[in-house]
């Protein structure tokens, strides 16, 4: 019996020990782990991409759009070629504000404004058979396709020129205009800088206009105006700069009202809901499948998760030219594999991000939500 007692006991801790060991291994894994700053969230860069354009003696310029349609066609605005800067080393093809300069003070030439990459970065389509479109203006500045059309219309945006753009999807075709080129107004018929647009499952549409009008434009699915709302300041429903626009699944809409420093939220005909404060400057925004909105600071350099009550959940972003790093996200994407691409205005590049392995689903940007239909 008392030989009985000793072995049992030493039976049960071998199991035991055999069944905590790769608790352990992973404890002892953890703990040889140090430094690192997280930098790059809940992402790891892919770096080399997009891949160089292969235009000696230029490189990137200031990055107004990006629209993810899927995994290998990934859609790029860019506000013309930049002359590589003289420091730079022979050969070099990366974005024009590792050097200090931002991109936004460059010269460019309006060339090779609509770009189409795939997952790699090659490029599959260059568009500049509307690079004309853009004189006189700085180039392209936002880009979307409604999630509601079977089409897959690209919509873009030129602030500058004050006008919007929708082509086939192939490019070849220019589908319709709206505004008048370089001509300002607060009519049915013209913009003063506009900058964003988001659809509902009908068609109808609405656009934020901008930098000039500082008003929401809503339009019938045959472009028909129906209504604006919005003047110049800080009260409810006023605006600073509506820079982007996204719609919830309950019809909401939430405008990025850049230089007051916060969203705001209407219904779907401009009725004043609320406001969350102190975003110090929304650029872009996004509402996803799973209902969070995320927003784009481009002066604090981050990415922004709320909830529908404005409760921020999850930030991360670092300013800087690195890899990694963020100057200006002016708009960003995810597409269906769950690759994050950003846009940068100062940076003059866009950058593609891809979930490392065992991140937390709930750090990452979300699928882009659509709109129930009724």
């Not at 990459?117 to 479109?133: F, K, N, R």
């Not at 950003?342 to 699928?367: I, N, W």
């Amino acid at each position: 019996m008392k030989l009985e007692r000793r072995v049992i006991p030493a039976v049960g801790a071998f199991l035991l020990a055999i069944a905590l060991a790769p608790i352990a291994w992973r404890a002892s894994a953890q703990a040889q782990e140090k430094g690192g700053e997280n930098e790059t969230g809940p992402y790891e860069v892919v770096t080399g991409w997009p891949k160089p354009l292969g235009h000696p003696g230029w490189t990137w310029g200031s990055q107004g759009g990006v629209f993810a349609e899927n995994p290998n066609r990934i859609i790029l605005l860019q506000r013309g070629e930049l002359p590589v800067p003289e420091k730079a080393p022979e050969g070099y093809t990366g974005g024009y504000g590792a050097f200090g300069t931002p991109a936004t003070q460059g010269k460019p030439r309006l060339e090779h404004c609509i770009l189409i990459v795939d997952a790699d970065g090659s490029l599959i389509e260059d568009w500049t058979q509307w690079d004309h479109l853009f004189a006189g203006g700085r180039g392209p500045h936002k880009v979307r396709i409604s999630p509601y059309d079977p089409e897959k219309h690209v919509w873009i945006v030129d602030d500058e020129v004050d006008q919007i753009f929708e082509f086939t999807h192939d490019g070849k075709q220019l589908v319709m205009t709206w505004g008048e080129h370089g001509v300002r107004g607060s009519d049915d018929k013209h913009f003063a800088r506009p900058t964003d647009i988001a659809w509902l499952p009908d068609g109808t549409f609405f656009i934020t206009d901008g930098y000039v009008n500082t008003r929401v434009v809503k339009f019938d699915k045959n472009g028909k105006y129906l209504m604006t709302w919005g003047t110049k300041g800080s009260g409810h429903g006023e605006f600073n700069l509506p820079h982007s626009i996204a719609i919830d699944a309950k019809r909401r809409l939430y405008v990025a009202d850049r230089s007051n420093s916060r969203i705001q939220i209407f219904d779907e005909n401009g009725k004043y809901i609320d406001e969350w404060d102190n975003i110090r400057s929304p650029y872009d925004i996004m509402m996803s499948e799973d209902q969070y909105l995320w927003v784009s600071d481009g002066v604090n350099n981050k990415f922004l998760k709320y909830d529908l009550n404005g409760k921020l959940l999850y930030a991360w972003g670092t300013y800087g030219s690195f890899p990694g790093q963020f100057w200006g996200v002016h708009q960003f994407a995810v597409d269906s594999a769950g690759n994050l691409y950003a846009a940068e205005t100062f940076g003059g590049r866009t950058q593609k991000f891809r979930p490392k392995k065992g991140a937390d689903p709930a750090t990452l940007v979300g699928q882009p939500g659509k709109v129930p239909t009724s």
